[in-house]
């Protein structure tokens, strides 16, 4: 009940551990706390190299996305430039079609005006 009566403090030793043994000994408290600061900066090296590789992969996604942009436009440009291409066939077939009808109904029309005179 004594124990329950203070609040607990880790640097006030317990009442019945008042001897020195390793739980008490100052330098296995240094030791451990060492131990604890070595285990995290191992974390945060760790940490550090993974943003550090993150960083790394970002750029060359950067990188991907400024080419597919690139190569995206050039795509634009020449899918606009077969589409006028193809635009411009089919319009020269469309007049020859009609040029060649107009010949067709000269070639009918011309002779049978003419013998009907």
């Known amino acids: ?4 009566d ?3 403090d880790p640097y006030i030793p317990a ?10 000994d100052p330098n296995h408290r240094t030791a451990a706390l060492q131990a604890q600061i070595d285990d995290t900066v191992g974390v945060m090296r760790d940490n550090i190299t993974k943003v550090s590789q993150r960083g790394e ?3 060359s996604l950067q990188d991907k996305t400024d080419n597919l942009a690139h190569s995206a436009q050039g795509f634009r440009l020449g899918a606009n430039r077969v589409r006028k291409q193809m635009w411009w ?3 020269k077939m469309r007049m020859c079609l009609v040029v060649g009808i107009i010949i067709l109904l000269v070639v009918i029309i011309v002779p049978v005006v003419i013998l009907t005179k």
């Open 57 to 59: 992969h970002l750029d």
């Open 1 to 4: 009940m004594a124990e329950r």
């Open 15 to 24: 009442a019945g551990s008042a001897g020195p043994g390793p739980k008490t």
């Open 6 to 8: 203070h609040p607990y």
């Open 89 to 91: 066939k089919d319009m």
